[in-house]
């Protein structure tokens, strides 16, 4: 079994079941469990693939299938990133957070104040 770098995927040699599977299934599992938040920007294929022993078009597989499921995205050349759909957060709620974050920059908050805003909002129910 291997597993390196920043992206806790496990793939088992050993297993019937194939590398790319094992890494599309990996990743799709930590962005349901929410070890993934959307908008986490995943390794590069190479990177990934180096990190865990395989080929570069294993990984690349991996990244496509979930791009099919809407699992993940890429951007060019800005990387490949968890969607909100991987995530179960659903797109209102992930539109009202880049809104508010929108608002809390041109308000010029620190992101510090503005989390603990949401934090106390969350906590007193409103």
């Known amino acids: 079994m291997t597993e390196r770098g920043d992206l806790p995927v496990t793939v088992d040699t050993s297993s019937p079941v194939a590398p790319y599977e094992q890494v599309r299934a990996g990743i799709a599992e930590l962005a349901a469990t929410g ?6 920007r995943l390794p590069t294929v ?5 990190d865990l022993g395989l080929a570069a078009n ?5 990244y ?10 890429t951007r060019g050349r800005h990387g490949t990133f968890v969607t ?8 209102e709620a992930r539109r009202a957070a880049a ?6 920059r041109r308000l010029g908050l620190p992101a510090e104040q503005a ?3 949401v934090a106390a909002a969350l906590d007193t129910g409103g």
């Open 35 to 40: 070890r993934l938040a959307a908008g986490t």
């Open 46 to 50: 190479r990177r990934l693939a180096e």
């Open 58 to 62: 294993t990984v690349a597989r991996a």
């Open 64 to 73: 496509r299938e979930l791009e099919q499921a809407g699992l993940v995205e």
């Open 84 to 91: 909100a759909q991987a995530s179960g957060v659903p797109d």
């Open 99 to 104: 809104d508010y974050a929108a608002l809390t």
């Open 115 to 117: 989390l603990a805003l």
